[in-house]
């Protein structure tokens, strides 16, 4: 059964950085793409970036340029690095596995202006 838990959100201020962290487990990690989506209060969940096997990324417009999307296979580990942060990034983020349709629990990002 794969178990996803993501870690690393908080709150910050307009500008600041966060990065957060999905750690898998009972799935062979390496094999798989992985995404990040975030669901803000009253708005449908949205995808924020997704990472192949190959390495390969994709970015949300409202996101390219601020966020970076990475995975470490030796981990079982994928990583959202989020810079320059606005309000408007106020959400719940989650991780997701293409394979096995499984999401995480779910993180508080919190921006404040």
């Known amino acids: 059964q794969v178990q996803l838990v993501e870690s690393g959100g908080g709150s910050v201020q307009t500008g600041g950085s966060l990065r957060l962290s999905c750690a898998a487990s009972?799935?062979?990690?390496?094999?798989?793409?992985w995404g990040w989506y975030r669901q803000a209060p009253g708005k449908q969940r949205e995808l924020v970036a997704g990472?192949?096997?190959?390495?390969?990324?994709n970015y949300a417009d409202s996101v390219k340029g601020r966020f970076t999307i990475s995975r470490d296979n030796a981990k079982n580990t994928v990583y959202l690095q989020m810079n320059s942060l606005i309000p408007e990034d106020t959400a719940v983020y989650y991780c997701?596995?293409?394979?096995?349709?499984?999401w995480g629990q779910g993180t508080q990002v919190t921006v404040s202006s």
């Open positions: 997701y596995n293409y394979r096995y349709e499984t």
């Open positions: 009972g799935t062979d990690f390496s094999l798989h793409a």
């Open positions: 990472i192949t096997i190959g390495r390969s990324t």
